[in-house]
T-cell receptor
């Protein structure tokens, strides 16, 4: 158990819908990262937050957004969902810059 | 460009045999290197990491990896594989931006 929790574990929804994925980092970790794992793209970095502020952006679609709250949990919002958004979404956390990232169990999203 | 290459998509070994999983990276700055393991339906578990110092690093579950700067490689090894090692293994590189760049993964199958 990495100490990073993600909810829900599974999510099934329809095209055009909006979903919210939640992540709670390890106790004391200030950085939260979101990654997407899909069969065609592999593991791709989406976005990073550090102590409530966005720090880095990767291959994140405009339909996707994220935020980190004062209690340091983070949410990834996916809207206008398409079939191709079906993937495993991971959250990871770390304490400070350049430290090890510890991954949560992921949320498996299926868009029908 | 920053990238990680894992040339072996699928490796099959017999239980008790030795294992080496290859990883080559391209990174403009001093790399921080990681190996993660993903069992079916599970998240990513950190096996080991290299930041600096001794180029041979020990990890969990009897794994080790050697950093070779001249070859831009960070190969993962285990002297004797157990059936429970069957999983997918990901090499990753990171740096100042902190995002991780992952390879495409190597699926390890272990025969009794």
């Amino acid at each position: 158990d990495s100490g990073v929790t993600q909810t829900p574990k599974h999510l099934i929804t329809a095209t055009g819908q909006r979903v919210t994925l939640r992540c709670s980092p390890r106790s004391g970790d200030l950085s939260v990262y979101w990654y997407q794992q899909s069969l065609d793209q592999g593991l791709q970095f989406l976005i990073q937050y550090y102590n409530g502020e966005e720090r880095a952006k990767g291959n994140i679609l405009e339909r996707f957004s994220a935020q980190q709250f004062p209690d340091l949990h983070s949410e990834l919002n996916l809207s206008s969902l398409e079939l191709g958004d079906s993937a495993l979404y991971f959250c990871a956390s770390s304490g400070t810059f350049a430290e090890t990232q510890y991954f949560g169990p992921g949320t498996r999203l299926l868009v029908l | 460009a920053q990238s990680v290459t894992q040339p072996d998509i699928h490796i099959t070994v017999s239980e008790g045999a030795s294992l080496e999983l290859r990883c080559n990276y391209s990174y403009g700055a001093t790399p921080y290197l990681f190996w993660y393991v993903q069992s079916p339906g599970q998240g990513l578990q950190l096996l080991l990491k290299y930041f600096s110092g001794d180029t041979l690093v020990q990890g969990i579950k009897g794994f080790e990896a050697e950093f070779k700067r001249s070859q831009s490689s960070f190969n993962l090894r285990k002297p004797s594989v157990h059936w429970s090692d069957a999983a997918e293994y990901f090499c990753a590189v990171g740096g100042w931006t902190d995002k991780l760049i992952f390879g495409t993964g190597t699926r390890l199958q272990v025969f009794p």
